[in-house]
């Protein structure tokens, strides 16, 4: 497993990694082509950045 993030630094610099890559993503898909699977992910990238943020939030209380 990975290193346990917990500097306050760490865990902004990590939040942003993962949304430019979130935002990379959303850049290459072509609406036009997308299924609803590739929506599937592109909300659960979204919950899993939004858990970390959470996780985030609790450990600086």
Known sequence: MG??????NEQLT???????????VLDHIEPENT????IDRLIDM???LEGKVEQFKTREE
């Open 3 to 8: 290193k346990s993030i917990t500097g306050k």
């Open 46 to 48: 979204l919950d899993d």
């Open 35 to 38: 299924e609803l699977e590739d």
């Open 14 to 24: 990590y939040l942003k990694e993962r949304l430019t890559m979130f935002m990379e």
